[in-house]
């Protein structure tokens, strides 16, 4: 087979390889042509660029089909970048940080392997997204609930591996993992915690291992493929409420973060509190977006019995209501009801996954609007988040571009995540969003702030920010690099861990 996109490893040894993987797989699943290649693009690049592109697609339907691809792009050094659905577009989307290599597309191995209902968690492959898990769950008919993030096409491995965020009380879907299989550069396969002796009944319940725990290594990294994982599963709750905090101004901001704060810290709030400027609710409920507006909105929620969620929602009104100026509200629903809650909002925290946010009549270019993330982290302290709002919104507006904030606030943390929209058919706007991004990384470096993710473009920006120690972190990022993947095949690039051959690929 020929792909019209050579790498490093020169078109030889690309064509080589996609022979062999031909042989391995099967014809269909090994895709070249130009116009096959156009979905796998980064859809929210400048559209006529071909800077991310890939040279082949192989879409692999199990565990050994992915060992042959490792093996094989280790024989002829090509290098590889792995996703599972793709589809968080502001990141990159499915594309590759090495431009001609060959994408491992694991949309294909999308089964449910386990549901456990005694234990409360799932087994999944990582192709399998939100919305199939949720409807598994709903068909089996059981009382068992998953976290999701805003929308639901996305993997529930891939969105985990790179420190997703969802708004049950299991919203921090990196710790909800337990217990990985992964296919390592040289094809060896591992299974993660006590999943590494054969017949261990507690590889799925029990997060750690005998001796060092590798499973950490897998997270937003390039030294391995993870090609199933255990997940947790939340019992259904008797209640659930759906609350909401409207107020305006900066100084109610910086109560409000702390009062949450407090409440999550005693897990009064067990779930991801999200706020937004320029956001209220219709009489429907649903979300409004006001940008030019002062007004703030708050959701977050509450589960358990009837009881319990009454006197959680008495200690919100006795601190959060008590601040001059918010009014909350709740609607509260049987946690049996899944026709109840009817805005995204409800959903979301409930479980139910929707593409509500991708809706292209509330987009400012329709169906051809791109969004380019910008996500720093900081402290849950009201004053540290008044003044990184203040200083990020300055910064857009000082590059005359308009954005939507975000922030998800933990016990501990607050993700600070804004949006500016562009459209990627404009080269001079679409250059323009990228490099005040760039110009951001370093002024929120600068106050101590760094992103928790990035985009292709960025990835290596933002790990020359982590420099102590003389690049302390990267350097034993490349150190375990070169060890585990000495040919340098695994997603050269990702997070900014390059190989030591760099020039080869």
Request: charged share 20%.
């Amino acid at each position: 087979m020929t792909s019209s996109v050579a790498t490093g490893a020169g078109a030889r040894d690309l064509d080589r390889a996609l022979d062999a993987m031909v042989a391995a797989l099967g014809h269909d699943a090994v895709l070249t042509a130009p116009a096959e290649l156009l979905e796998f693009r980064d859809p929210y690049t400048y559209r006529e660029s071909d800077e991310f592109d890939a040279s082949a697609v192989v879409m692999p339907t199990s565990t050994e089909q992915v060992q042959a691809v490792v093996r094989i792009a280790n024989e002829h050094r090509v290098p590889l970048w792995t996703f599972s659905q793709g589809r968080n577009n502001t990141y990159g989307g499915p594309a590759p940080r090495q431009r001609g290599s060959v994408l491992v597309n694991l949309r294909q191995m999308n089964r449910i392997l386990e549901i456990d209902t005694e234990l409360a968690y799932a087994v999944v492959e990582p192709g399998v997204r939100w919305f199939d898990l949720n409807d598994a769950l709903v068909e089996q008919g059981a009382d068992l609930w998953t976290s999701i993030p805003d929308l639901g096409w996305g993997s529930i491995i891939g969105n985990s591996l790179e420190y997703g965020i969802g708004y049950s009380p299991y919203g921090d879907h990196a710790r909800n993992l337990c217990g990985l299989e992964v296919v390592l550069a040289d094809g060896t396969l591992l299974r993660t915690g006590m999943g590494a002796m054969p017949g261990n009944r507690a590889w799925h319940t029990y997060p750690h291992s005998y001796g060092p725990s590798f499973a950490g290594l897998f997270q937003q990294s390039n030294y391995g493929i993870v090609t199933s994982a255990g997940w947790g599963l939340l019992p259904r709750p008797e209640v659930y409420s759906a609350c909401w905090a409207r107020f305006s101004g900066y100084e109610a901001l910086g109560q409000v973060v702390d009062a949450l704060r407090g409440l999550l810290l005693d897990r009064t709030i067990q779930n991801t509190p999200m706020f937004n400027r320029g956001f209220d609710l219709d009489e429907n409920g649903n979300g409004v977006f006001t940008p030019d507006g002062d007004g703030w909105f708050a959701r977050f929620a509450l589960y358990g019995r009837e009881d319990q969620v009454e006197a959680q929602y008495r200690a919100v009104e006795a601190t959060v209501g008590r601040i001059p100026g918010v009014r909350l509200d709740r609607r509260t629903f049987d946690g049996r009801d899944l026709a109840g809650p009817a805005n995204h909002d409800e959903r979301v925290q409930r479980g139910i996954p929707d593409m509500d946010l991708l809706d292209p009549t509330m987009l400012p270019y329709g169906e051809n609007t791109a969004h380019l993330d910008f996500s720093p982290v900081g402290p849950a302290r009201g004053s540290a988040v008044v003044a990184t709002e203040k200083l990020v919104r300055s910064l857009y507006a000082g590059a005359g571009l308009s954005y939507v904030n975000g922030l998800w606030l933990t016990a501990r943390t607050a993700l600070h995540i804004s949006t500016t929209f562009f459209d990627p058919r404009d080269e001079e706007q679409t250059r323009s969003v990228y490099a005040n991004y760039g110009r951001m990384v370093g002024e929120l470096a600068a106050t101590g702030y760094a992103p928790y993710r990035t985009n292709l473009q960025h990835m290596d920006l933002v790990a020359d920010q982590f420099s102590f120690g003389d690049h302390a972190q990267r350097r034993l990022s490349e150190t375990l690099k070169n060890a585990l993947d000495p040919n340098g095949i695994l997603a050269p690039g990702k997070s900014g861990i390059w190989p030591a051959d760099r020039a080869s690929l």
